[in-house]
């Protein structure tokens, strides 16, 4: 069963790396989002290809493509789109904004104000958005990528607690290696541009069903008892650490169980293993807990206190 996701997953991984030079984590996290039936927030510093890997993934998959860039000014109608008065019918007309659509890139989501970011509330969570009190469908596997820069705080606003715990996953981009970073310049020079993917030799998906029926697997993958404990225990481990204002919410618990089931099926199998959990753990809880002030300062970090949390949970058999 599995072994159709993993295949896809491995076309899918072929093509990206005709545009994106390494970053295999990065994409297997993004991939588990798809699969999961989430959205991913990708914090990273500019220039590592934060944007160039979702326009690629577009291509690859064969799905729709918007991107939203955010900016101070920007209000809740520019994401959802807003009713227009027609003076030739006399009527109504819906604008439909850039919500409408497979995946929708918001680039540097903390630039704009919370009001706004709230616009994306209701379309992450339920996949729908009311405009002027009418309720419109999204689509079915519509999917939110949002960029941030992890070092710039000029003219940002926090994301709001609601807004970050509808995020699947926080995926960390660092810089390549040096490897990785000579072959990125040997493929600048040998003829490729980020602007003209059009003239990269991408093959897309053949089967325009293909994500539906990955998903549709994914829900599939089992998780033994003693895996459904283990991810529980983690998630209220995260409730009475010292280190921590509060916890994870039970949404956090919820996107353990369907992240380790996304990546079990990855790695070809239908059942989850204790290293599936423990290798999504990081980007499942890193942005659902809240530091003390204290434990900030003196250094600690999230995925400092999530490497605690899994060294003092008992792993099942």
Request: aromatic share 6%; with cysteine.
């Amino acid at each position: 069963m599995s072994d159709y996701v993993s295949q896809i997953a491995n076309h899918i991984r072929a093509e990206l790396h005709k545009v994106i030079v390494g970053q295999d984590e990065v994409i297997d996290q993004v991939l588990i989002c798809l699969l999961a039936e989430g959205h991913a927030l990708l914090e990273g510093v500019p220039g590592t290809a934060k944007t160039l890997l979702v326009k690629t993934l577009a291509r690859i998959v064969g799905a729709s493509f918007n991107r939203i860039q955010f900016t101070p000014d920007l209000m809740p109608a520019d994401i959802t789109g807003t009713n227009v008065f027609n003076l030739n019918t006399s009527q109504f007309t819906l604008r439909y904004g850039p919500v409408f659509t497979d995946i929708l890139l918001a680039d540097e989501i903390n630039r704009t104000p919370p009001k706004t970011q709230a616009a994306l509330l209701e379309a992450m969570e339920e996949r729908q958005v009311t405009i002027d009190g009418e309720t419109h469908g999204l689509s079915p596997i519509f999917t939110v990528l949002a960029t941030e820069n992890p070092i710039e705080y000029e003219g940002t606003y926090p994301l709001p607690e609601a807004q970050l715990d509808r995020f699947l996953l926080k995926v960390l981009i660092g810089y390549p290696s040096a490897e990785h970073e000579a072959q990125i310049v040997a493929n600048w020079q040998a003829g490729f541009n980020a602007r003209k993917l059009e003239a990269v030799n991408l093959i897309p998906l053949t089967d325009a069903a293909a994500l539906s029926h990955c998903r549709a697997l994914v829900r599939q993958v089992r998780v033994e008892p003693g895996i459904q404990h283990y991810i529980v225990t983690l998630t209220r481990r995260t409730r009475d650490n010292a280190n921590l204002t509060w916890g994870a919410s039970p949404r956090a618990t919820v996107a353990l169980l369907l992240a380790s089931k996304a990546l079990a099926a990855l790695r070809g199998r239908d059942f989850v293993t204790p290293d599936d959990v423990r290798d999504v753990t990081h980007p499942v809880l890193r942005h659902r807990i809240l530091l003390r002030a204290e434990a900030e300062i003196e250094g600690t970090t999230p995925d400092v206190v999530i490497d605690e949390i899994l060294a003092g949970v008992e792993v099942p058999r």
